[in-house]
């Protein structure tokens, strides 16, 4: 695949939701889709599907990822899955297999949330886990709207919304995604099942404190709501730390934003995961609690709102077990592959259907962990690993 929306400086990809690059990106499903003589679709929330076989028949097996990125992502959270996905049907198609069950592959929109503030767009509509009013009123940081922005990719906003018989209709969803940690580097293995997903959240801090001039205002006369942002930060790290999960904050925007002015506003996204709901409450607790008490001390307000999450995963037991028997050691099979059954910190499409149909998820070795950035990389070996790891699965699954 050509590097779309690769940005030339950082080499990182910036494509981000119904923009210019994912455009692009969607062509080229389309294009991978019709050259392979599967049938092409778009569903109402404006995600794609390439089917082989009656995509009404029911009991369908579905494969697929994402194409968007974070800013400057890397290159493979999202493609990975969705290339390998056409690649495992080049495979069977290869090994003369017949197929019992439609099978599907699909592109999930605006997996990462980069434009819009919240992950998982696609998927969570037509599961139901965003309403139409709330999709409507997501706004870009440039005041579009989701809406607006889908028109103006060409796609039609008023059709949004729960897609129940569609989802009716999948049997399995089977995801492949880029490790986005070391455990298998840790393992030496090539290829993981994923078991669970981290309840996670995003969370919005607004910091407002009062505009002034960074050379006349005496520090006693100042509300300055970086200081109270930055106490923060460390105590996010810190409430983190003692809970044994992960927060962050990542993005920030600062009003009016001139280095010779204190800040009216620091508005801060604080990200927030961990291994069960009860470490999360105590640390996103935690977190606010810090927050207002350093407000308080420097005059400031604060307003805290979730901006979306999503509670713990755990993925179907059967489906789970059924990959580990097609591809473990007793499968039968020549392989010396070894799978491990691994957790993730990282939210996925896989995980919001998991509530809907049995999901599961394969993970192939990121040798540095590494993700969400331009560094992110899977070794070309890794990856054939993991397409023919998938194509064993597809096989048993809509094959037999
Ligand atoms: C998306 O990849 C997320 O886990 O935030
Ligand atoms: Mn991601
Ligand atoms: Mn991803
Ligand atoms: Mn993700």
């Given at each position: 695949m050509r590097p779309i929306g690769r940005h030339p400086d950082s080499g990182g990809y910036r494509r981000f939701a119904w923009t210019g690059a994912d455009v692009e990106c969607r062509a080229w499903f389309k294009a991978q889709a019709e050259a392979r003589g599967l049938a092409y679709e778009v569903d109402r929330n404006g995600n794609q599907w390439a089917w082989l076989g009656d995509p009404g028949a029911g009991d369908a097996v579905v494969t697929g990822s994402h194409l968007d990125s974070v800013p400057d992502g890397g290159a493979f959270d999202g493609p990975l899955g969705v290339v390998s996905s056409f690649a495992a049907l080049d495979e069977l198609r290869a090994r003369q297999v017949t197929f019992t069950k439609p099978l599907a592959i699909v592109n999930f929109g605006d997996?990462?949330?980069?434009?819009?503030?919240?992950?998982c767009v696609g998927s969570r509509l037509a599961a139901g886990q965003l309403t139409v009013e709330q999709a409507h009123r997501l706004t870009d940081g440039?005041?579009?709207?989701l809406p607006r922005a889908m028109e103006a990719a060409g796609y039609d906003p008023e059709t949004v919304g729960p897609d129940p018989e569609r989802l009716g209709r999948i049997g399995a969803f089977v995801e492949l995604h880029v490790e986005q940690g070391r455990a298998l580097d840790l393992s030496g293995d090539r290829v993981g099942i994923a078991s669970a997903i981290w309840p996670h959240g995003r969370w919005r801090f607004d910091f407002r404190g009062e505009a002034n001039h960074a050379g006349t205002t005496r520090l006693v006369d100042r509300r300055d709501p970086m200081l109270s942002y930055a106490e923060t930060v460390l105590a996010a790290r810190r409430e983190a730390q003692l809970a044994g999960a992960v927060a962050t904050f990542g993005k920030i925007v600062v009003e009016p934003n001139g280095v010779n002015a204190i800040p009216s506003l620091v508005r801060g996204w604080l990200d927030s995961r961990a291994a069960d709901q009860e470490s999360l409450d105590t640390v996103v607790g935690g977190v606010e609690r810090a927050a207002r008490e350093y407000a308080a001390a420097h005059g400031v307000d604060l307003d805290v709102v979730r901006e979306s999450f999503t509670p713990v995963v755990e993925f179907d037991h059967a489906l789970r077990d059924e990959l580990a028997r097609i591809l473990g050691r007793d499968s039968g099979k020549d392989t010396d592959l070894k799978v491990p059954v691994l957790g993730t910190g990282a939210g996925h499409d896989a995980g919001i259907l998991s509530g809907s149909i049995p999901t599961a998820m394969l993970f192939v070795r990121n040798p540095t962990g590494v993700s969400h950035s331009p560094a992110e990389y899977a070794a070309e070996d890794d990856c054939v690993a993991g397409v023919t790891a998938l194509a064993d699965v597809l096989e048993g699954l809509a094959c037999t």
């Open positions: 997996e990462e949330g980069a434009r819009f503030g919240l992950a440039d005041g579009v709207t």
